[in-house]
């Protein structure tokens, strides 16, 4: 179940162009009753650097 990683292909990351690179991530991060990913470390990453950009441009318009 494991090395067969097409259970992790649903959801959001069923039609991510990133898939690749984190599978779907792990089960621990996988509500346990319906599998669905409880988040997705790419759009954590992107939703920071959008939050430090934002805050930078504001400091450098100062």
Excluded: P
């Excluded at 992790?8 to 669905?36: F, P, V, W």
Aim: contains cysteine.
């Amino acid at each position: 179940i494991f090395r067969d990683r097409r259970w992790t292909k649903t959801g959001i990351c069923a039609d991510c162009k990133s898939y690749k690179y984190c599978q779907g991530n792990g089960m621990h991060l996988r509500n346990d009753k319906n599998g669905e990913l409880l988040f997705c470390h790419l759009k954590r990453i992107e939703e920071g650097e959008r939050i430090i950009n934002e805050k930078y441009e504001s400091v450098e318009m100062v």
